[in-house]
């Protein structure tokens, strides 16, 4: 199986820009999250979803937005890029009996 | 809401060389910890995890790690690291119910030399 795949693998996004990145599971797990990887903070929790239909926001949301439209998929979407918005994004997922999240390949964003 | 500190940010050890990486975390309920692995240009991966049970935990490569719920501590160790575990480690808790995404330590860097 797949896993959780994230689409582009890398990105340089002008200023300004709107972007979606995707990402999609196919483990039918329930609750799935994005995350940002920057040097020294660790990773930190933009958005969540804990079951198709409905999302939440976690530490740092501004400036992201996301749905959940199906079980599979979790785009998450930036309207008007800003260079602090330049990072490492994750996408994870959670089986309902799972207690560790499992991890996409990352996707690499810049933002000039 | 959680939080997960990592006191050691960057760590370089030789070959052979015991490990361990220091954990704590500050939450008032029932929590499972975890310790992901990042190998260069890659993904993160699950080494161990603790939710119940013996608080010694072992995990993928030879790394253990052990859960002291007085010291709200998860310390990650192995006896003698290779080349190869050269990485970033994360330090991860959640809930055990509710919400319960994972949230992370900063990371320390290990760099084990030849």
């Known amino acids: 199986t797949a896993g959780i795949t994230q689409a582009p693998t890398s990105q340089i996004l002008a200023a300004g820009r709107s972007m979606t990145l995707r990402c999609t599971q196919d483990m039918r797990h329930n609750a799935m999250y994005w995350y940002r990887q920057d040097l020294g903070l660790g990773l930190r929790l933009i958005h969540y979803s804990n079951t198709a239909g409905t999302t939440g926001k976690g530490e740092v949301p501004d400036g992201y937005s996301v749905s959940r439209a199906n079980t599979d998929d979790f785009p998450l979407t930036l309207a008007s890029a800003v260079p602090s918005q330049t990072s490492v994004y994750f996408c994870a997922s959670r089986g309902q009996g799972d207690t560790e999240a499992f991890f996409g390949q990352g996707t690499r964003l810049t933002v000039v | 809401a959680q939080s997960v500190s990592q006191h050691n940010h960057h760590v370089i050890l030789s070959e052979a060389a015991s490990l361990e990486l220091g954990c704590n975390y500050s939450?008032?309920?029932?929590?499972?910890l975890f310790w992901y692995v990042q190998y260069p240009g890659q993904h993160l991966q699950l080494l161990l995890k603790y939710f119940s049970g013996d608080p010694l935990v072992k995990g993928i490569k030879g790394f253990e790690a052990e859960f002291i719920k007085s010291k709200f501590s998860f310390n990650l160790r192995k006896p003698s690291v290779q080349w190869s575990d050269t990485a970033e480690y994360f330090c991860?808790?959640?809930?055990?119910?509710?919400?319960?995404?994972?949230?992370f330590g900063s990371g320390t860097r290990l760099q084990v030399q030849p």
């Open positions: 939450y008032g309920g029932t929590v499972n």
């Open positions: 991860a808790v959640n809930a055990a119910t509710g919400r319960r995404a994972l949230t």
